[in-house]
C-alpha cells in the first residue's frame, strides 16, 4: 500500500512564519507531482578514539547502487512524516482538521518521526539498545532544511528537520582499527519488483563534523541530497556550524 504522508506549506501570520498541513498526498504521487511534504535527517553520532581522544563522529552509509535516487551516494538515515490519526479528516466534520494548523503537533510529528527512523534504520550488534527523544538533538529548528523549491520541475519538494541521534558512549566507544561494521549495521530500502525491500548498506563511516565539511566541499556530487541539504546551510551560516559543534562537544 502506497505510504500516505502530510502535505506540508509555509505561510506567516503577523509575527512569524509558520509550518501547516496542506492536505494528504501518497508517497508516489507527491514524488512525481513534486508535492510539498515532510521529512527528517538523522545523523546517528558515535564515538571514536583517534590519537588518544574520544572525539564524536557522524555516521554515514553507502546508499544502494539499486536506489532510485542518489544511488552509491553517503547520507544519513532520513524519512517521511507519515499521516496517522491525529490530522487524518474526520467523516462526521467534513474540512480540514483543526489539527493542521497546530505547531505543537506538527513538531510532534517531526520528533517521533526522527525517533522512528532512527530506530527502524540503525542497530547495534553487541548491545540492546533503543533511542528515545533524550538521545535526539534538533538542529536549524524545526522545519529548517528544505529541497527542491528552488528548481523548476523538481519532482522532490521536501520541507525537512534534522536530527543528532547520540549512541552512548558506554556502548559503543570505537577504537582505533576496530571495523565499524562489526559493531553497528544500518538498514537501506530499495525498490524492487514493485516493493520496497530492506537491506543491510554495504559500506559505513564514521567521521568528524570537519572532516565531513572538508569532504562536501572538495566533491560534492559524492553525497545525496538528504545529508546535502544540511551540509549547504551549514556551510553558508557559521553560527549554526557552531550549535552543531557545541551539541557534538556537550555529549562527549
Not at 128 to 143: K, V
Request: a negative charge; charged letters at 30%; hydrophobic letters at 35%.
Amino acid at each position: 500500500m502506497d505510504q500516505l504522508m502530510a502535505i506540508l506549506e509555509r505561510w506567516a501570520d503577523k509575527t512569524e512564519q509558520k509550518l501547516r498541513i496542506g492536505g494528504l498526498v501518497t508517497r508516489s504521487v507527491a514524488h512525481f507531482q513534486g508535492v510539498p511534504h515532510g521529512a527528517v535527517q538523522v545523523a546517528v553520532i558515535a564515538c571514536k578514539e583517534k590519537a588518544g581522544k574520544i572525539l564524536p563522529n557522524i555516521c554515514l552509509h553507502r546508499r544502494s547502487k539499486f536506489k532510485k535516487t542518489d544511488p552509491d551516494k553517503w547520507d544519513i538515515m532520513g524519512g517521511h512524516l507519515e499521516a496517522d490519526e491525529r490530522i487524518l479528516p474526520d467523516k462526521a466534520r467534513p474540512g480540514a482538521p483543526s489539527s493542521w494548523e497546530n505547531q505543537e503537533l506538527i513538531s510532534r510529528l517531526f520528533w517521533e518521526t526522527a525517533v522512528r527512523e532512527a530506530n527502524e534504520e540503525v542497530q547495534l550488534k553487541q548491545a540492546a539498545f533503543t533511542f528515545t527523544e533524550q538521545d535526539l538533538r534538533c538542529i536549524g529548528g524545526i522545519g529548517g532544511f528544505e529541497t527542491g523549491f528552488d528548481e523548476f520541475g523538481s519532482t522532490n519538494r521536501e520541507i525537512s528537520t534534522c536530527y543528532l541521534a547520540f549512541i552512548p558512549g558506554e556502548l559503543l566507544t570505537l577504537r582505533e582499527g576496530v571495523h565499524l561494521g562489526d559493531y553497528l549495521e544500518v538498514k537501506d530500502t530499495v525498490m524492487a519488483d514493485g516493493k520496497e525491500m530492506e537491506e543491510t548498506a554495504s559500506e559505513l563511516k564514521l567521521v568528524t563534523f570537519d572532516e565531513l565539511l572538508h569532504d562536501y566541499e572538495e566533491d560534492p556530487g559524492e553525497f545525496a541530497d538528504g545529508i546535502s541539504r544540511v551540509l549547504q546551510r551549514l556551510s553558508r551560516e557559521p553560527v549554526l556550524k557552531d550549535e552543531l559543534s557545541r551539541l557534538l562537544q556537550s555529549r562527549m
